[in-house]
T-cell receptor, first 114, second 110 residues
Framework: AAGVIQSPRHLIKEKRETATLKCYPI?????VYWYQQGPGQDPQFLIS???????DKGSIPDRFSAQQFSDYHSELNMSSLELGDSALYFC?????????????FGPGTRLTVL | GENVEQHPSTLSVQEGDSAVIKCTYS??????FPWYKQELGKGPQLIID?????GEKKDQRIAVTLNKTAKHFSLHITETQPEDSAVYFC?????????FGTGTRLQVFP
């Protein structure tokens, strides 16, 4: 079965540079979530989108922005990168349900800021 | 907001033994409780989930129990195998974002 696709898988940037992470949800899924996972940490929710509208927001820095496009793929834009932004970034997708959604995670993008 | 605590942080068992991981949550409005397995360098993989209208759910060697009154839920793995070795995360949700526990590193020794 098709899974969530994330690109790139690895990204190395310098401080103060910008980065764009892409997420392609499972076909027919309409909701996308972004999570950040530091070394040895649990995933922390950043932001989510349903039908191209932001549906929830977590601990996402103002330097980060995201959007969902008409084909349901999503992009996380990160500016003025800091050393502390080095982490794994996961995208998850779901099909909006009447109750809680079952979220399926992608393989992640490992961002290293030097 | 929701807070999820998970114990133990590490768990070592002999192949064939059972493993139990426990989580507690704080928000009584949480109604969905998934468990994820994460192998090194990979994304979290959903292994089982339970909703608040169910007390127990089983899928082959894996089972999850939920006690809404006490606000805790547990993962049970029977007949453990070396390939079960990974980090396991519990999570809670009120319908949108997931709040994760801090993870349990399970090691299964042959």
């Amino acid at each position: 079965a098709a899974g969530v696709i994330q690109s790139p898988r690895h990204l190395i940037k310098e401080k103060r540079e910008t980065a764009t992470l892409k997420c392609y949800p499972i076909p027919r899924h309409d909701t996308v979530y972004w999570y950040q996972q530091g070394p040895g940490q649990d995933p922390q929710f950043l932001i989510s989108f349903y039908e191209k509208m932001q549906s929830d927001k977590g601990s996402i820095p103002d330097r980060f922005s995201a959007q969902q496009f008409s084909d349901y793929h999503s992009e996380l834009n990160m500016s003025s990168l800091e050393l502390g932004d080095s982490a794994l970034y996961f995208c998850a997708s779901s099909k909006r349900a009447s109750d809680a959604d079952t979220q399926y995670f992608g393989p992640g993008t490992r961002l290293t800021v030097l | 907001g929701e807070n999820v605590e998970q114990h133990p942080s590490t768990l070592s068992v002999q192949e064939g033994d059972s493993a139990v991981i426990k989580c507690t949550y704080s928000d009584s409005a949480s109604n969905y409780f998934p468990w994820y397995k994460q192998e090194l360098g990979k994304g979290p993989q959903l292994i089982i989930d339970i909703r608040s209208n169910v007390g127990e759910k089983k899928d082959q060697r894996i089972a999850v129990t939920l006690n809404k009154t006490a606000k805790h839920f547990s993962l049970h793995i029977t007949e453990t195998q070396p390939e079960d070795s990974a980090v396991y995360f519990c999570a809670a949700s009120t319908g949108d974002k997931l709040i994760f526990g801090t993870g349990t590193r399970l090691q299964v020794f042959p």
